[in-house]
């Protein structure tokens, strides 16, 4: 069984930095490309980021290029979100998704509120 | 970025009834798109995956069409459990989702 687990979500003032953690089992991890997705408050789902299976090929959102840094570590099959210069629009909800051609599994989320 | 619209955007319905969510695509995306529940607090689930393949342990009520641009998820006979609110996903080029369906109780 596919398990995502998040972590490292939080409050944090403007201008501020976090990291969020993804902790993957139940498959191949390096096999896998992985996304990051996020919710704000009662609105609907927003692509963050992506990385391939390898790390060869990263993508961004504009909303968060120059900002965030996505990477992964395929030893300890874990994926990760830098997040840097947080603003309040980025209050949200964030999930991991291990994407695949057959739809994407995703984590439970964990919570980042970026307030004074 | 390919803008994914879905309608409605909400609705209500009763339990039994036959619901068809629509989305639309801003340029083609062949048959890459899946479609999502979520339930208050809950992550999305996935219900379907190339636009007409549904997961396995996904209820057969549930099912997907189309291709190109325009996309169908039909509910064929509406349960309780099914009052969510449903996601379309693009994953043609760089993934992006439409703005949601809510479906309430009537």
């Known amino acids: 069984e596919v398990q995502l687990v998040e972590s490292g979500g939080g409050l944090v003032k403007p201008g501020g930095s976090l990291r969020l953690s993804c902790a993957a089992s139940?498959?191949?991890?390096?096999?896998?490309?992985m996304n990051w997705v996020r919710q704000a408050p009662g609105k609907g789902l927003e692509w963050v980021s992506s990385?391939?299976?390898?790390?060869?090929?990263?993508y961004y959102a504009d909303s968060v290029k120059g900002r965030f840094t996505i990477s992964r570590d395929n030893a300890k099959n874990s994926l990760y979100l830098q997040m840097n210069s947080l603003r309040a629009e980025d209050t949200a909800v964030y999930y991991c998704?291990?994407?695949?051609?057959?739809?994407?599994?995703w984590g439970q989320g964990t919570l980042v509120t970026v307030s004074s | 970025a390919i803008r994914m619209t879905q309608s409605p955007s909400s609705f209500s319905a009763s339990t039994g009834d036959r619901v068809t969510i629509t989305c639309r695509a801003s340029q083609g995306i062949s048959s890459y798109l899946a479609w999502y529940q979520q339930k208050p607090g809950k992550a999305p689930k996935l219900l379907i995956y190339?636009?007409?393949t549904l997961q396995s342990g996904v209820p057969s009520r549930f099912s997907g069409s189309g291709s190109g641009t325009d996309f169908t998820l039909t509910i064929s006979c509406l349960q309780s459990e099914d009052f969510a609110t449903y996601y379309c996903?693009?994953?043609?080029?760089?993934?992006?989702f439409g703005g949601g369906t809510k479906v309430e109780i009537k």
């Open positions: 190339a636009a007409s």
């Open positions: 998704a291990r994407g695949s051609q057959k739809g994407w599994d």
């Open positions: 996903q693009q994953y043609y080029s760089y993934p992006t």
């Open positions: 990385i391939s299976s390898s790390s060869s090929y990263i």
């Open positions: 139940g498959f191949t991890f390096s096999s896998y490309s």
